[in-house]
Structure formats: structure tokens, C-alpha cells
């Protein structure tokens, strides 16, 4: 059986693949493959990262605010609803959300 796996959108332009490799409490736990949208936020996940890691919370509530702003839409494969309250993080090739 495969395994859960959402699109994440912009604009309906593809941002990037999210798949499912585990479920931690609210947050779900995804390998993140990048498409051509991606470029474009990679800064503003980046700035929501770093803000969190040096403990600058009023920084990392400003950027999180900013990724929300950019109207990401998660459109799951299996066709459910698309999901578009979200909270969501992404480093590399790993990506948790939660909704």
C-alpha cells in the first residue's frame, strides 16, 4: 500500500511533494521533494527555521505568519479535501505539518 502523500501548492503552481513516513502526536512527518515553485519560499521556510533554532520567537511567529500569507494549499493524492489551514516546516528533504 503506499503511503499518504499530498502536493503542496501555490497559486496552482507545484511547490512540492509531501510523503508520509510518520505520524508524531498533531504533526505529521513527510519526505519533502522539491518542484520548480519551491525556490521561490525556500527563504521564508529558511528565516522560520532559523528564527526557532536561535529561540526568537517574535522572528519565528513573523515568518510562519509570512509562509501562511503565500496560500499553500496541501492536496492530498488519495483526493480527499484540500487542506489549506495549516501550520507546516520544511529543512531539506524533511517536512512535518499539522492541521
Known amino acids: ?3 499518504p502523500s499530498w502536493q503542496l501548492r501555490r497559486n496552482g503552481r507545484l511547490v512540492g511533494t509531501l510523503t508520509l513516513t510518520e505520524v508524531d502526536m498533531f504533526w505529521s512527518d513527510c519526505r519533502f521533494e522539491p518542484a520548480a515553485a519551491w525556490e521561490e ?3 521564508l521556510f529558511a528565516a522560520s527555521r532559523d528564527a526557532w533554532r536561535r529561540g526568537d520567537k517574535d522572528a519565528a511567529l513573523a515568518a510562519d505568519e509570512a509562509i501562511h500569507e503565500q496560500g499553500l494549499v496541501l492536496f492530498p493524492d488519495d483526493g480527499g479535501a484540500p487542506i489549506e489551514e495549516f501550520l507546516i516546516r520544511i529543512n531539506g528533504e524533511d517536512a512535518r505539518f499539522r492541521y
Do not use: I, N
Request: proline share 17%; glycine share 0%; hydrophobic share 65%.
Open 1 to 3: 500500500m503506499a503511503k
Open 41 to 43: 519560499l525556500a527563504p
